[in-house]
Structure formats: structure tokens, C-alpha cells
């Protein structure tokens, strides 16, 4: 019978830190706004980052996060030939401060480029045959 009361305190709680997230949001747009206004075009090019020295893309805090469901052997492969193969190449060719949503971002458009391939490892790990058409590779 209590309990209503303790949903009401929870959705004002709720209320409040909507609020006070719309109000944050809403102040570093307006900075972010002043800021590209108040730069000139000479300005920004001189502020460029280096693709050798930065991530492809920054981190944002409104994208979409999300977990990701692997075997613990399919991890320990990924971290593996990430950290003694693709960080290896990408050090050989310059390629420094590698962020791990860049690494997450290249294994989806590796995945959304190569569909057949990611057919044949989910019929695989069924155990199931895999058709000669996804059988190449």
C-alpha cells in the first residue's frame, strides 16, 4: 500500500534529471554553435586533425551503444588478432590512438560488406552444411 508514494518520488526524480539533462544538452549545443560561428574557414583547416594521430570519428554521447553477445573463445580470437595483427599493420603504416568504436565500426561494415561470408559462420557454428554457394572463401 506504501508504494505509491515511492512511485511518485521516482517520476519526479525522473522529471528532474530529464530537465536537467535537456538543459546541459542545450547549453553545449549553443557553445558548440558559438564556437563554429565565431571560427573562420582558415581557422577550422588549421584545426584538422591528423588521420594518422586521431579516430575516424569522435565519441558522442547520444549514439547508439550496445552490447554485444560472443563465446568467450570468439572474443579472445578478436582481441587476439586485433592487438598482434591489425594494431601491427595499422602501426606499420603510421596509424596511431586506435579507438576501440573504430575497431567495432570496421568489424560491422566488414560484416555488412561481406553477407555470404556472415552466413557461413552463422550455418557453422549451427553445425549445419554449409551450400555450395557459401562454401567459396
Do not use: C
Not at 526524480?13 to 571560427?39: G, P
Not at 588549421?46 to 568467450?72: C, H, L, W
Amino acid at each position: 500500500m506504501g508504494f505509491e508514494d515511492l512511485d511518485e518520488a521516482a517520476g519526479e526524480q525522473s522529471k528532474d534529471k530529464d530537465e536537467d539533462s535537456t538543459a546541459e544538452t542545450t547549453t553545449s549545443e549553443t557553445t558548440t554553435e558559438i564556437d563554429s560561428e565565431t571560427t573562420t574557414g582558415h581557422e577550422q583547416e588549421s584545426e584538422q586533425t591528423d588521420p594518422y594521430e586521431e579516430p575516424a570519428f569522435p565519441f558522442v554521447q547520444g549514439d547508439m551503444q550496445m552490447n554485444i553477445y560472443a563465446r568467450k573463445e570468439t572474443r579472445e580470437a578478436q582481441e587476439e588478432t586485433q592487438k598482434f595483427e591489425v594494431d601491427r599493420i595499422l602501426h606499420e603504416h603510421g596509424v596511431k590512438n586506435v579507438a576501440g568504436r573504430e575497431h567495432h565500426d570496421a568489424i560491422f561494415r566488414m560484416a555488412a560488406d561481406h553477407p555470404e561470408l556472415w552466413a557461413r559462420y552463422i550455418m557453422e557454428a549451427r553445425g549445419l552444411d554449409i551450400p555450395d554457394d557459401l562454401n567459396k572463401g
